[in-house]
């Protein structure tokens, strides 16, 4: 009898706990990875609010920010679960990873959260690229580690 499901379709090994432990990871790379080099960009570039802002936020339902963004680095971890069985590991895999993050997360948050929220397209690209850089590396590193352990 099986311990988990896999998902009908997809790569062997790809179950409901890999998904999981994708959402796991993803949702801890952000104050883990993301919200560290928005501590870092607060104390390079002037005008950088501080990170781990615990304040509620209206549009999400009162949970402060750095819990919204946790959950959604949680959604994007389970994206990174389901295309990572695919990505070469050794070093190329923490390339990758860093790229995912700082390209697609960037892209999706600077065109289609914008519109959305009806902001100019691309006014969250500018350190975008560098706060889900820092998530898609501590994300893969996390989903490594969650896998080897649990």
């Avoid at 069985?85 to 790229?99: D, E, N």
Wanted: with cysteine; glycine share 12%.
């Amino acid at each position: 009898m099986a311990t988990s499901a896999t998902i009908p379709g997809q790569a062997k090994g790809l179950s409901f706990k890999v998904l999981v432990l994708g959402f796991i990871a993803g949702a801890l790379a952000v104050p883990l990875g993301h919200q560290i080099v928005a501590l870092i960009l607060y104390f390079v570039v002037q005008g950088r609010a501080f990170p781990w802002d615990m304040t509620p936020q209206a549009n999400a339902h009162g949970l402060p920010r750095v819990v919204n963004l946790s959950f959604w680095g949680g959604v994007w971890g389970i994206l990174w679960a389901l295309i990572s069985p695919v990505v070469p590991r050794g070093s190329l895999y923490y390339v990758i990873a860093t790229i995912f993050g700082a390209i697609c997360a960037t892209a999706v948050s600077a065109y289609v959260v914008t519109y959305l929220k009806g902001l100019p397209a691309g006014s969250f690209a500018g350190y975008g690229l560098y706060l889900n850089a820092g998530w898609g590396l501590a994300a893969a590193a996390f989903f490594e580690l969650l896998k080897k352990k649990v």
